[in-house]
Protein backbone atom coordinates (compact mmCIF):
# COMPACT_ATOMS: atom_id res chain seq x y z
CA UNK A 1 0.00 0.00 0.00
CA UNK A 2 3.11 2.21 0.32
CA UNK A 3 3.89 2.13 -3.27
CA UNK A 4 3.52 4.60 -5.82
CA UNK A 5 3.89 4.49 -9.68
CA UNK A 6 5.84 7.27 -11.58
CA UNK A 7 4.94 8.20 -15.23
CA UNK A 8 7.85 9.63 -16.85
CA UNK A 9 8.15 10.03 -20.53
CA UNK A 10 9.77 7.07 -21.09
CA UNK A 11 8.80 4.15 -18.91
CA UNK A 12 7.52 3.77 -15.46
CA UNK A 13 9.22 3.42 -11.98
CA UNK A 14 7.82 2.39 -8.79
CA UNK A 15 8.62 3.80 -5.72
CA UNK A 16 7.59 4.11 -2.00
CA UNK A 17 5.98 7.00 -0.12
CA UNK A 18 9.21 7.23 1.04
CA UNK A 19 11.25 7.41 -1.47
CA UNK A 20 8.92 9.95 -3.36
CA UNK A 21 8.94 11.95 0.05
CA UNK A 22 13.18 12.00 -0.35
CA UNK A 23 13.01 12.62 -4.16
CA UNK A 24 9.87 15.48 -4.52
CA UNK A 25 9.28 16.41 -1.05
CA UNK A 26 6.90 16.26 1.46
CA UNK A 27 4.37 18.64 -0.32
CA UNK A 28 4.18 16.44 -2.96
CA UNK A 29 3.50 12.90 -0.83
CA UNK A 30 0.67 15.45 0.94
CA UNK A 31 -0.91 16.68 -2.25
CA UNK A 32 -0.76 13.04 -3.65
CA UNK A 33 -2.71 11.86 -0.07
CA UNK A 34 -5.08 14.71 -1.03
CA UNK A 35 -5.82 14.62 -4.64
CA UNK A 36 -4.57 10.98 -5.30
CA UNK A 37 -2.53 12.29 -8.44
CA UNK A 38 0.37 14.67 -8.65
CA UNK A 39 2.26 16.00 -11.43
CA UNK A 40 5.81 17.86 -11.09
CA UNK A 41 7.53 19.25 -12.97
CA UNK A 42 10.08 17.04 -15.24
CA UNK A 43 13.49 18.23 -14.16
CA UNK A 44 17.25 16.41 -15.19
CA UNK A 45 17.79 16.05 -11.35
CA UNK A 46 14.14 14.46 -10.95
CA UNK A 47 14.87 12.25 -13.50
CA UNK A 48 18.42 11.28 -12.03
CA UNK A 49 17.01 10.74 -8.75
CA UNK A 50 13.76 7.98 -9.95
CA UNK A 51 16.19 6.15 -12.39
CA UNK A 52 18.40 5.40 -8.92
CA UNK A 53 15.13 4.71 -7.36
Not at 3 to 26: M, T, W
Not at 41 to 53: G, I, N, V, Y
Amino acid sequence: MNQVKVHLPDHDVQVSLEQLQQIAGVDAVHELYLKGLICLPFTSKLREAFDKA
